[in-house]
């Protein structure tokens, strides 16, 4: 397949691809709370979380957002609607009875480890994701604050993701990685709507999998990309999650949370593949940005990319043939 092009990083493709997220699974990002409502981002998108359920974070009279922080009650702060447990509209000021098919909607929600996933639209399964993920102690990680960061680049969404899934650049861009990984080994893997790639460990400390697990045994980094916005990237310490917030075609920014397994030695936090990652996301951000430029230049002219290379751009292509797929109606 040949590369679809600089249109995928249009800004009149962009409100169709933000659209379209709507219809697949996204991490939520928020600090969790003992109120009954608790605010989330979802890519782009506000929800709030409330007894396990999901709800877009947006009034259904005029669209106002609701919530800035956790609250035990849901007042909308422009013409006072009041909504109850279940997102059930109770109170209208103006209005002769309070109307009917004006609740809160609940979005569906799919739990993975410590983390919760949203839908907001559609019928679209969750990704299986259980051949990478069984066995690993997903459940008692924990979250460490101290490592969120945020990265804001100047770059459509779309070029940080295909960077993302793809090794090739890494002796060019990553002098730290490189010196890491075993990159004669470095594989991907595609499944429906997720990329698993597989960076092979020169020596420990290695990701804590089962045996048997597809990766092998001496795994530095298994980096697992769920369509369209989060990334996994699970290594010997626990785990780093990038969430991705596509803000405009020109501009994106990249959450990291870290996720660490308790007991884990310091010294194993900063080695091998996951031991300098702030190194390795700040390189990336340059080269996107770098390509970000260029691909302004090319859609000017020709508007055309070169062909992928074969195993080493895989997930990359997979990933635009899902970006180019005929988008859900409303
Ligand atoms: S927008 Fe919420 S009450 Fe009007
Ligand atoms: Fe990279």
């Not at 997102?87 to 002769?96: D, N, W």
């Not at 739990?111 to 679209?124: A, E, I």
Request: hydrophobic share 35%; charged share 20%; with cysteine.
């Amino acid at each position: 397949m040949q590369h679809p092009g600089t249109r995928l990083y249009a800004p009149e493709a962009f409100f169709e691809q933000r659209r379209a997220f709507g219809a697949d699974w996204q991490l939520a990002r928020y600090t969790p709370s003992e109120a009954l409502w608790t605010p989330a981002e979802v890519g782009m998108d506000r929800v709030l979380l409330s007894e396990g359920r999901a709800y877009p974070n947006v009034c259904t009279h005029r669209a106002a957002t609701l919530l800035d922080a956790p609250s035990s009650t849901l007042r909308c702060p422009y013409h006072g609607r009041q909504f109850g447990p279940g997102g059930l509209l109770r109170v209208a000021p103006g209005c002769p009875a309070v109307p009917n098919g004006e609740d809160l909607e609940p979005l569906a929600t799919h739990p993975l480890g410590p983390w919760t996933f949203v839908r907001s639209s559609g019928h679209r399964p969750f990704p299986q994701l259980s051949r990478w993920l069984d066995g690993i102690p997903l459940q008692t990680l924990r979250r460490d604050p101290t490592g969120d960061r945020v990265y804001t680049i100047k770059a459509h969404w779309a070029l940080w993701v295909e960077n993302y899934l793809e090794g090739l650049h890494v002796p060019f861009v990553h002098p730290g990685l490189r010196s890491a990984l075993d990159l004669s080994a470095y594989r991907s893997e595609i499944d429906d709507r997720v990329v698993v790639q597989i960076g092979v460990a020169r020596q420990a400390p290695y990701v804590p999998l089962p045996s048997g697990h597809p990766a092998g045994a001496q795994v530095g980094g298994l980096y697992l990309y769920i369509y369209p916005c989060t990334a996994l990237n699970i290594y010997a310490w626990g785990v780093s999650v990038n969430a991705i917030e596509p803000v405009s075609a020109t501009e994106t920014r990249i959450h990291y949370q870290r996720w660490v397994w308790p007991g884990t030695p310091p010294e194993v936090q900063t080695a091998g593949a996951g031991g300098a990652l702030e190194d390795v996301e700040l390189e990336d951000d340059a080269i996107v940005e770098r390509v970000a430029r260029g691909v302004e230049q090319a859609a000017a002219h020709t508007g055309r990319l070169g062909s992928y290379v074969p195993g080493w751009e895989d997930g990359a292509q997979a990933f635009h043939q899902w970006m180019t797929e005929p988008k859900p109606t409303r």
